[in-house]
């Protein structure tokens, strides 16, 4: 478990996309194609949020104090939003399906260019996410889905840190209930 007052010591390299960040988007974005050069991508899934459309995919976060980087065993620490809480449990949601997206370090010819290169897709993803002024950016944990357990390696761990884009106060009209933006049917 993370504690709070260690939070910043943890170490953020990806983020989760969920919507027109996704290296699958079929909305036509123009800055998808962009972004996820020199990306890698693995499928992910975040349980502690609901994915809405106003304008664009936006996630809200279940808990209103962005404390989503503590453990889920210890849910006492969590504060609920309770309207969202509700929405969540009577729209039957799922979480969010994403991708955990990370720098493509084999196509770095210097491996000490992976964090320039990740500072560099968080400003870029800054822009298009209009963050600070319109998007909130939070660690969270998600956990890998198509997981191969090929050597048993239990060290390895199944959840990862990463940055998400949220808003708080988005049209919350057009729920989409199953978390996944390119599954919707609007």
């Known amino acids: ?11 953020v390299t990806s983020f989760f996309v969920y919507g ?3 290296p699958d988007d079929n909305s036509k974005a123009p800055w998808t194609k962009d972004f996820v050069k020199g990306l890698k991508f693995r499928k992910a899934h975040f349980k502690d949020g609901i994915l809405f459309f106003d304008e664009f995919p936006t996630v809200s ?12 065993d210890n849910l006492s620490i969590k504060k609920f939003d309770e309207t969202l809480m509700n929405l969540y449990n009577d729209n039957q949601c799922n979480g969010i399906v994403g991708y955990l997206a990370t720098v493509d ?11 320039k290169l990740f500072e560099e897709k968080l400003k870029e993803a800054d822009i298009i996410e209009e963050y600070p002024q319109v998007y909130k950016r939070s660690i969270i944990k998600v956990k890998h ?28 009209k057009t729920i989409i209930a199953h978390g996944d933006w390119v599954k919707r049917n609007f």
Request: aromatic share 8%; hydrophobic share 20%; with cysteine.
């Open 20 to 22: 027109t960040l996704r």
């Open 61 to 72: 976060l279940l808990y209103s104090d962005n404390d989503h980087y503590h453990s889920e």
């Open 105 to 115: 370090e084999t196509l770095l010819a210097n491996k000490n260019e992976i964090e």
């Open 1 to 11: 478990m993370i504690k709070k007052e260690t939070c910043n010591t943890v170490k």
């Open 145 to 172: 889905l198509n997981v191969k357990n090929e050597n048993s390696d239990q060290s390895q761990s199944n959840h990862t840190y990463c940055y998400i884009y949220h808003r708080e106060d988005c049209d919350r």
